[in-house]
């Protein structure tokens, strides 16, 4: 059974990043070991750029970076990276600042989620994952 070269890169990338994010995270910690650092977002590496730009390296790769596809996909990772270190970093961070001002005024409203984005440099590591994994799915696929 065949897979599509294209969607192994993607899960390999995925699991590399989020099995380093957990790794790393675990050795950070100096308490019991946290397994949703197995599914979270945020934090090293970024998971999202990860696999993205593994989808982009793939594509270049077997399709060459002339064709339409990879325009589209280097848009979409794009808009991905930049949605993961500012837009989520930004709500995240405005998420922690809501949670501080609830628990100091100790109201009785629940406390939001904080979705953790990224710093430039969890994104970067990310990207380089993915291009990493997607020169290797190229290089046993092809």
Do not use: C
């Amino acid at each position: 059974m065949d897979f599509s070269p294209y969607l192994l890169a993607i899960v390999l990338a995925w699991v590399a990043a989020q099995g380093s994010k957990f790794l790393i995270n675990s050795v950070r910690s100096s308490g019991p070991i946290d397994y949703r650092q197995l599914y979270t977002s945020g934090s090293m590496p970024s998971s999202h750029s990860a696999s993205v730009i593994a989808m982009m390296s793939i594509i270049g790769l077997r399709d060459g970076i002339d064709s339409a596809v990879f325009g589209l996909v280097t848009l979409f990772a794009a808009i991905v990276m930049y949605d993961a270190f500012m837009v989520r970093r930004s709500t995240g961070e405005q998420g922690e600042a809501i949670q501080a001002l609830i628990k100091e005024q100790k109201s009785k409203v629940r406390s939001p989620r904080a979705a953790k984005g990224h710093e430039p440099l969890e994104v970067a590591v990310g990207a380089l994952i993915g291009l990493i994994v997607g020169l290797g799915v190229f290089l046993i696929t092809k």
